[in-house]
């Protein structure tokens, strides 16, 4: 299993800068994937960032050119560098690593959650 945990939610005002962190348990090199997702109240949970093995790292449209995800693996650790914030960026953040599975199958893994909380 893996184990994730987030950190660096907060309070910001609109235009602001945060940058989330997210601590696995293995070798994120190992991992297939890691994500960010995100849940507003009342709405469904939601992929913000995504960052595949061997891959470019992709972003849902309404982040598109404010996001960027990274990543350290000798850290073990995955970033969410958040600029430009405004107040429909409000929600809870998840970390979240996909990981081979029984045959073709896989298997998700998910954090806690971090609280954004943006301002007007």
């Known amino acids: 299993q893996v184990q994730l945990v987030e950190s660096g939610g907060g309070l910001v005002q609109a235009g602001g800068p945060l940058r989330l962190s997210c601590a696995a348990s293995e070798s994120i090199a190992r991992i297939n994937a890691m994500g960010w997702y995100r849940q507003a109240p009342g709405n469904q949970r939601e992929l913000v960032a995504v960052?595949?093995?061997?891959?470019?790292?992709n972003y849902a449209d309404s982040v598109k050119g404010r996001f960027t995800i990274s990543s350290d693996n000798a850290k073990n650790t995955v970033y969410l560098q958040m600029d430009s914030l405004k107040p429909e960026d409000t929600g809870v953040y998840y970390c979240?690593?996909?990981?081979?599975?029984?045959?073709?199958?896989?298997?998700?893994?998910w954090g806690q959650g971090t609280q954004v909380t943006v301002s007007s």
């Open positions: 979240n690593a996909r990981t081979p599975g029984y045959m073709a199958t896989y298997r998700d893994y």
């Open positions: 960052i595949r093995k061997g891959g470019s790292p």
